[in-house]
Nanobody, 115 residues
Framework: QVQLLESGGGLVQAGGSLRLSCAAS????????MAWYRQAPGKQRELVAS???????NYADSVKGRFTISRDNAKNTVYLQMNSLKPEDAAVYYC?????????WGQGTQVTVSS
C-alpha cells in the first residue's frame, strides 16, 4: 500500500516562506509524476505544481515565480518551496503521486498565511 507522508505546513506571516515535503513509500510501479494541489475553504481543489519523471515542471499562474517544486528520486520525496507567501495561498495542500497504473493522495497539510 502506498503512503504519502506530508509535512512542513504551518502558520507564516505574509511574505514568509515554507517548504512542504511529501515522502512516498510502499509499492508503486514507477513514479510518472508528483504534484501538489491545494484547496481553500469554499474553493475547488487546484493544481499548484507538478514535476514529471523527466524533470519537466508545471506551475499554476498564481504561484509561478514564487513556488518551486523539486524531487529527490532516491527518497521518493517531492518538495514545494513556497516563498513570498500571500494570504490567498492559505489552503490545505495535498500531495499526489502518479504511477504507471495508479494515483495516490496524501491527507493534506494546512498552510495558514497571516496578514
Amino acid at each position: 500500500q502506498v503512503q504519502l507522508l506530508e509535512s512542513g505546513g504551518g502558520l507564516v506571516q505574509a511574505g514568509g516562506s515554507l517548504r512542504l515535503s511529501c515522502a512516498a513509500s510502499g509499492s508503486i510501479f514507477g513514479i510518472v509524476a508528483m504534484a501538489w494541489y491545494r484547496q481553500a475553504p469554499g474553493k475547488q481543489r487546484e493544481l499548484v505544481a507538478s514535476i514529471r519523471s523527466g524533470g519537466d515542471t508545471n506551475y499554476a499562474d498564481s504561484v509561478k515565480g514564487r513556488f518551486t517544486i523539486s524531487r529527490d528520486n532516491a527518497k521518493n520525496t517531492v518538495y514545494l518551496q513556497m516563498n513570498s507567501l500571500k494570504p490567498e495561498d492559505a489552503a490545505v495542500y495535498y500531495c499526489k503521486v502518479t504511477g504507471r497504473w495508479s494515483e495516490d493522495w496524501g491527507q493534506g497539510t494546512q498552510v495558514t498565511v497571516s496578514s
